[in-house]
């Protein structure tokens, strides 16, 4: 078996792509009205409209449903990524007005992290591991 990728629902894919696009650098493949991927080192990251689900999956998945209610905290997903250097990523994204939920942290275990929101409320963790 071989790990794939990570499908996001969003109900603005448009905004979801620019999102990742500006976090990463990357450019989204769209072979599809309502389906991008964004294929990174090691994983994918796929991006399908809620339209496409409800069309195709009889609906199995809600955009924008990974947030709790009270907008503080996740349900259980967090999209990770691992960058060379977490400071500028967060100068870049901060710069644009993307959520920040966690300002770049040293943790107690030598990575340095940053939790933003994509524009859906999905957690998104960006950090760097210890220079050895």
Same mark, same amino acid.
């Given at each position: 078996?071989k790990f794939?990728?990570?499908?996001?629902?969003?109900?603005?894919?448009?905004?979801?792509?620019?999102?990742y696009q500006?976090?990463?650098?990357?450019?989204?493949?769209?072979?599809?009205?309502?389906?991008?991927?964004?294929?990174?080192?090691?994983?994918?990251?796929?991006?399908?409209?809620?339209?496409?689900?409800?069309?195709?999956?009889?609906?199995?998945?809600?955009?924008?449903?990974?947030?709790?209610?009270n907008q503080?905290? %996740?349900? +259980?997903?967090? #999209?990770?990524?691992?960058?060379?250097?977490?400071?500028? @990523? $967060?100068? !870049?994204?901060?710069?644009?007005?993307?959520?920040?939920?966690?300002?770049?942290?040293?943790?107690?275990?030598? %990575?340095? +992290?940053?939790? #933003?929101?994509?524009?859906?409320?999905?957690?998104?963790? @960006? $950090?760097? !591991?210890?220079?050895?």
């Amino acid at each position: 078996m071989k790990f794939a990728s990570v499908r996001v629902v969003t109900r603005n894919i448009d905004g979801m792509v620019a999102f990742y696009q500006r976090l990463s650098g990357l450019e989204a493949l769209r072979p599809a009205d309502g389906f991008a991927e964004m294929r990174f080192e090691g994983a994918t990251l796929a991006m399908s409209s809620e339209q496409l689900i409800a069309r195709f999956n009889a609906g199995a998945a809600t955009a924008a449903a990974n947030q709790s209610a009270n907008q503080s905290a %996740n349900q +259980s997903a967090i #999209l990770e990524f691992e960058v060379e250097d977490v400071d500028a @990523v $967060f100068d !870049r994204m901060n710069a644009c007005g993307t959520q920040v939920v966690m300002p770049t942290t040293l943790m107690p275990w030598g %990575n340095r +992290s940053l939790l #933003l929101r994509d524009p859906d409320g999905n957690l998104v963790n @960006v $950090f760097s !591991r210890p220079r050895v």
